[in-house]
Nanobody
Framework: QVQLVESGGGVVQAGGSLRLSCVASGNIFAIARVAWYRQAPGKQRESVARITSGGPTVYADSVKGRFSISRDNAKNTVYLQMNSLKPEDTAVYYC?????????????WGQGTQVTVSS
């Protein structure tokens, strides 16, 4: 059983920073892709940033230059460093990963962590 657990959300003033973490646990053989999504109230879930094994790191235009995604393969952990936060960054942030186990490759989601940016 694979599980993703996010942490690091909270309330921050505009211009501040937060670092989100997502730890994957379970019978993991490899993690092929890691990504962060977010969903604001009344809006669709949107991609924020992703890293594909052997491929480029991709950011949404709205976060380029402010957010940075990184991964620690030894710890099965992916991070999202968020700087210069804006009120429009307020959303629930979700970790999303393509994980390979001994039997299958599947997409997994975390439970989400709330980020609130006050003006």
């Amino acid at each position: 059983q694979v599980q993703l657990v996010e942490s690091g959300g909270g309330v921050v003033q505009a211009g501040g920073s937060l670092r989100l973490s997502c730890v994957a646990s379970g019978n993991i053989f490899a993690i092929a892709r890691v990504a962060w999504y977010r969903q604001a109230p009344g809006k669709q879930r949107e991609s924020v940033a992703r890293i594909t094994s052997g491929g480029p790191t991709v950011y949404a235009d709205s976060v380029k230059g402010r957010f940075s995604i990184s991964r620690d393969n030894a710890k099965n952990t992916v991070y999202l460093q968020m700087n210069s936060l804006k009120p429009e960054d307020t959303a629930v942030y979700y970790c999303n990963e393509d994980i390979v186990t001994m039997t299958a490759r599947k997409e997994y989601w975390g439970q989400g962590t709330q980020v609130t940016v006050s003006s």
